[in-house]
């Protein structure tokens, strides 16, 4: 059974870090792409951060770039999401996802994973970034 468990959110200061992980069973983490997604409340799907599953090459929206990191442990069968000077603005619901059949570029994973839900997907954890 293919499942996704995401960790790791919670509530923290603007300026603080959380580290998300989100633990894969019943496949190989290692041969998928694999993705993060948020949604704030009224507000539409965006896609955070995705890997390609073909050489590792990342994304990262430019609402997060440069204070978010995306990784993979293929040896833990887990995916991070390193979360660094959190602001207001990235308090959302994180979801985890997987996508065996991608393999294409990461931004486009990423853009279409705006209006497109595939693959396999955690049930999502709220981050809270509140003073």
């Known amino acids: 059974q293919v499942q996704l468990v995401e960790s790791g959110g919670g509530l923290v200061q603007p300026g603080g870090s959380l580290r998300l992980s989100c633990a894969a069973s019943g496949f190989s983490l290692e041969t998928y792409a694999i993705a993060w997604v948020r949604q704030a409340p009224g507000k539409g799907r965006e896609g955070v951060s995705c890997?390609?599953?073909?050489?590792?090459?990342?994304y990262y929206s430019d609402s997060v770039k440069g204070r978010f990191t995306i990784s993979r442990d293929n040896a833990a069968n887990t995916m991070y999401l390193q979360m660094d000077n959190l602001k207001p603005a990235d308090t959302a619901v994180y979801y985890c996802g997987a996508m065996p059949t991608w393999d294409g570029p990461a931004q486009t994973l990423c853009v279409t994973l705006r209006s497109l839900a595939f693959g396999s997907w955690g049930r999502g954890i709220q981050v809270t970034v509140s003073p």
């Open positions: 890997i390609t599953k073909s050489d590792g090459s990342s």
